[in-house]
């Protein structure tokens, strides 16, 4: 391995990387480069790499529940039960992990709760999703279509518990 396969991390360890960027908005820059030109699973190598070297980064933990979000989504465009795709319950635990390490980071991320809502409604988990759009709101209440699923939602749930 040549002295420049490897970088420091920012904790001053040594490990080889495969992406030369130096800094992590390098990496999110790329990996939006790579989504947008319907490179997903390459963008979500990028900032898998981008988490590993820049832990503290919400960004890049945001990022990468994104990406992996998308990629869910697209298998799932499909398909009409979420069971069926049990194959895919380690990508969705880690875009769980993604989003929870976003907030982690940085407690007022409204975007963050309001994508791990939006998964946790997408894997049949009305009351987390709810609990998390109604999170994202008190954060950001300029949020048209979270306040459309909150209310389509807690209508749901009001009616499942009533019958």
Known sequence: MDAEDKQMTPEGTSESYKYPYTCVEEY?????????????????EILREAVR??????????????????????KLANVDIWKNLAEDEGLAEECVAAFEAAIEK????????????????LRGNGKAAVSLWTRALELDPNQPE????????????????TT
């Open 28 to 44: 999110l820059e790329n990996a939006e480069l790579k989504a947008n030109a319907d490179q997903l699973a390459e963008a979500i």
């Open 53 to 74: 070297r820049f832990p503290e980064s919400a960004e890049a933990h945001y990022d990468l529940g994104m990406a992996l979000f998308m990629l869910l989504e697209m």
């Open 106 to 121: 940085k407690p007022d991320f409204a975007p963050a709760y309001a994508n791990l809502g939006n998964l946790m409604a």
């Open 146 to 161: 979270i306040r459309d699923n909150l209310q389509r939602y807690q209508t749901t749930l009001l009616k499942n518990e």
